[in-house]
């Protein structure tokens, strides 16, 4: 019965549709960007910033180190606009140099440094909700990061496991498999606290 | 995921914004330009191109004078049994000329 239901994952990971991040909203931007127009970051910034501030804020732990990541993304794309010539998925591109980047910082942090930064918070500053987002907070951070990732990049960023397979640099069989085991972490420590 | 319910992730600094875009706009200052900018901007390295380009051309230049070479010498096909000719005297001659010794 456990196998089927595994099997059935699998089943709709592989049958999500491709592409949910679509690049249409980022086009004109991008092409902007591309053809050295410094004017344009604002936009582009505006458009992805808070993705890939979350995105690195997940997989690394640290606000400082996630507003890092940004800036590294956008500095390589000011200094090298050609990268973003014919890119398709700019969103995409752009949450993989994130994560190549946040990779990059996490090799460099000091382990011993505790960092208590909050990786979720209540929608519009909801008091009721804010000793949830504490604990979820807690619960998220004893996840390994590529699982803490993967539930940012499917869940809140809204790729599929094959984006999220794409970002990542894994298969997409391990990119769900991180999602899933991360979600189950997280429930059975959320449910036993709850 | 019910327990996401009502939270979000948490949002960039706003004061990010002015620092990146900073930042971006010092690496386009500091942006290596290409070859043809640099073609365009420096006279030196116009000069070491033309320079190149001409060795390079001569070069192609030098490679297409067809080489005078000696034809080369080929005897007559002998099968196995004859004797190669040799330059010189016949045998009649070299008789002639081991006379005396003889």
Known sequence: MADARVLEGWILALAEPEERLRADDLGPTVERVARGDIDALGPLYDAVASEIFAAALWRTGSRADAADVVQDVFVKVAASPGLLRGVRHARRYLLTMAHRCAIDRGRRAKPEVSIDDALIVPVLGDPERSLDAARVTQALRSLPDAQREAIYLHHFAGCSFREVAKITGVPTFTAASRYRLGIARLRAMLGGSR | ?102
């Open chain 2, 1 to 102: 995921m019910s327990d996401f319910d009502g939270l979000r992730p948490a949002e960039p600094p706003p004061e990010l914004r002015g620092r990146v875009l900073a930042a971006a706009r010092e690496a386009v200052g500091s942006r290596s330009p290409g070859l043809f900018e640099l073609l365009v901007a420096d006279r030196a390295v116009r000069i070491s191109v033309a320079v190149v380009s001409l060795l390079f051309i001569a070069h192609l230049l030098v490679d297409r004078v067809p080489v005078r070479t000696s034809a080369p010498v080929t005897a007559p096909a002998a099968d196995e049994a004859s004797v190669p000719a040799e330059p010189g005297l016949t045998a009649a001659e070299q008789i002639d000329e081991l006379e005396p010794a003889l």
